[in-house]
């Protein structure tokens, strides 16, 4: 019996720079690793569970601004630097593309990320 079975690969797409879009298998070596610093970067920034407070009143910010759905009890968020929240999955890709925060446009931690660079 002759079995065959498809199976769809998945290559993920990075931004080498912000209007760059390539697959994972087409960056260049220093590309691969600019990109898995950014990686361990972001993994260093706080995250958590979104809580709306237990009163209801607490003026909390109640949408992330890169998806502008609400944020719902029990959503992933991370914290970056300047206290702005987003929902997880949104931040983490925003942040592969440019490390500013998409409210206020500071740099997410400038100076970590040049520490990183230069080891």
């Known amino acids: 019996m002759?079995?065959?079975?498809?199976?769809?690969?998945?290559?993920?797409v990075y931004h080498p720079t912000p209007s760059q879009a390539r697959l994972a298998t087409q960056l260049t070596e220093e590309e691969q690793v600019r990109i898995a610093q950014r990686i361990g970067l972001i993994q260093h920034l706080p995250k958590g569970v979104y809580d709306p407070g237990s009163d209801g009143t607490e003026k909390k910010i109640r949408e992330c601004v890169i998806c502008?759905?609400?944020?719902?009890?029990?959503?992933?968020?991370?914290?970056?630097?300047?206290?702005?929240?987003?929902?997880?999955?949104?931040?983490?890709?925003?942040?592969?593309?440019?490390?500013?925060?998409?409210?206020?446009?500071?740099?997410?931690?400038?100076?970590?990320?040049s520490s990183y660079e230069t080891n």
């Open 68 to 113: 502008m759905m609400d944020f719902v009890y029990g959503d992933l968020i991370r914290f970056l630097p300047c206290m702005h929240i987003y929902h997880l999955a949104c931040i983490d890709d925003w942040l592969m593309r440019s490390f500013t925060c998409p409210s206020c446009m500071e740099p997410v931690d400038a100076a970590l990320l």
């Open 2 to 12: 002759n079995i065959h079975y498809c199976y769809k690969i998945h290559v993920p």
